[in-house]
Nanobody, 123 residues
Framework: VQLVESGGGSVQAGGSLRLSCAAAKNGLIFDIKVMAWYRQVPRKPRELVASIDDDGNTIYGEAVKARFTISRVANKATRDTIYLQMDSMKSEDTAVYYC?????????????WGQGNQVTVSS
C-alpha cells in the first residue's frame, strides 16, 4: 500500500486547511481496517490526531475535538482516501502530519506511513 499525502502548507490562526491521503493499492487487494492522521513536533512523540475505521467510526485527539473532521472514501478495488478538514486552527497545530493505514493481514496487521506533510499555523 502506498500512501500519498497532499494539502499541507501555511495558514494564519483561525484559518482552515484540508489534508488528503490516498492509499493506492496498485492493482492488489488490500483490506484497510483503519486510516488515521498523526502529527509530530520536534522532541515530542507522534500523537494521534484522528482515525476512522472501515465502519466509519472515528476517534479524535483531545486537542482537535470540535475543530477537525476526518472522513473517508473507500474503494476496495482501487484506493481508499481520507481527508482531514482542519478549522479554527491554532499555532499549536503546527506540526508534520503523517497519514497512517492499518491493513488486515491475518492473523495480524501491517502498518503503513505516508511521507509527512508540514502544516504551519502563524499567530
Amino acid at each position: 500500500v502506498q500512501l500519498v499525502e497532499s494539502g499541507g502548507g501555511s495558514v494564519q490562526a483561525g484559518g482552515s486547511l484540508r489534508l488528503s491521503c490516498a492509499a493506492a493499492k496498485n492493482g492488489l487487494i488490500f483490506d484497510i481496517k483503519v486510516m488515521a492522521w498523526y502529527r509530530q513536533v520536534p522532541r515530542k512523540p507522534r500523537e494521534l490526531v484522528a482515525s476512522i475505521d472501515d465502519d466509519g467510526n472515528t476517534i479524535y485527539g483531545e486537542a482537535v475535538k470540535a475543530r477537525f473532521t476526518i472522513s473517508r472514501v473507500a474503494n476496495k478495488a482501487t484506493r481508499d482516501t481520507i481527508y482531514l478538514q482542519m478549522d479554527s486552527m491554532k499555532s499549536e497545530d503546527t506540526a508534520v502530519y503523517y497519514c497512517h493505514a492499518q491493513v488486515r493481514h491475518p492473523p495480524t496487521s501491517l502498518d503503513y506511513w505516508g511521507q509527512g506533510n508540514q502544516v504551519t499555523v502563524s499567530s
